[in-house]
């Protein structure tokens, strides 16, 4: 009988080890995950042309690989955190860099998630408010009503043809 469940407990371990269904097993595949989903992001938003240079944020190294990070929350969704670093730290244009973040983002993401986008930290002068806008659904909204406003950033994410 001892035999039997010993042969029974082996075996049991080993399919749930295959499965990943053991303690601990899905961890590595789940950060693989993330990491996978992460360069996904980067090679969307690398591409975002900046408001007043003809080069990419990528080229300005605004954004990099390790400014974005995910996170899986739930079944299927992601926690997006892009933290981006603007050329000087009274850039005039970090609000704007950010919406266009957002925007081309909520656009292009292929998967379900909430997003979340900051300045790093300490390389801006206003960093809080403007990590404020960005954040704020009713404002980043009011923003794109903005024909202007829309105009520019449309001119940002748009890939050239």
């Known amino acids: 009988m ?3 469940l010993g042969l029974l407990s082996h075996t ?13 097993c899905h961890a590595p595949r789940n950060q693989a995950m993330e990491q996978d989903k992460a360069l996904e992001v980067y ?11 003809p080069n990419t944020l990528e080229e300005l190294e605004v954004v990099t690989e390790s400014c974005v990070e995910v996170q899986e929350i739930g079944e299927d969704e ?7 670093t603007p050329t000087v730290p009274h850039c005039s244009l970090a609000t704007l860099i950010g919406l266009c973040l957002r925007i081309k983002l909520q656009r292009c993401l292929p998967f379900r998630h909430k997003l979340e986008i900051y300045i790093s930290e300490g390389t801006h002068s206003t960093e809080e408010d ?4 960005i954040n704020d659904k009713e404002r980043v909204a009011a923003a794109m009503e903005n024909p202007n406003l829309r105009e520019i950033v449309e001119q940002c994410v748009t890939e050239p043809d």
Not at 15 to 23: D, E, I
Not at 43 to 53: A, L, S, V, Y
């Open 43 to 53: 090679d969307i938003i690398r591409t975002i042309r900046d408001p007043e240079k």
């Open 12 to 24: 049991l371990s080993r399919v749930l080890g295959y499965s990943g269904l053991r303690r601990g």
């Open 78 to 84: 992601y926690l997006v955190i892009i933290r981006f």
């Open 2 to 4: 001892s035999l039997v």
């Open 130 to 133: 403007i990590n404020k806008q």
